[in-house]
Nanobody
């Protein structure tokens, strides 16, 4: 059905930049959005950036000004560009896709699909 595959992770020096990509299939970017999350072992998964179905972008305070999320539905690709990387950015980064949930009277978008994750290590 739906598959999300991340790529672009690796070892990056502090102050450097990195581009993460998420190739997806079986999913249509429409009413709901897509997002990037990250997680450190033993910690809760954290929202990094989201782009809504109407193309409104949001960024976590920790990456605001350093990150850019891009949606290219024609290419079935979601990207995250990070610059001025710091050691605190070290984590496994996950691509997520949302679908409509909730009730008929109160529909809400929620994450329904996850990629396998890609490791980002900043030294």
């Amino acid at each position: 059905q739906v598959q999300l595959v991340e790529s672009g992770g690796g070892l990056v020096q502090a102050g450097g930049s990195l581009n993460l990509s998420c190739a997806y299939s079986g999913y249509t970017f429409a009413m709901c959005g897509m997002a990037w999350y990250r997680q450190v072992p033993g910690k809760e998964r954290e929202l990094v950036s989201r782009i809504s179905g109407d193309h409104v972008t949001m960024y976590a305070d920790s990456v605001k000004g350093r990150a850019t999320i891009t949606q290219e539905n024609a290419k079935k690709k979601l990207s995250l560009q990070l610059k001025s990387l710091q050691t605190e950015d070290t984590a496994v980064y996950y691509c997520a896709a949302e679908t409509i949930g909730g009730t008929a009277s109160n529909p809400k978008c929620k994450v329904s699909y996850w990629g396998q994750g890609t490791q980002v290590t900043v030294s």
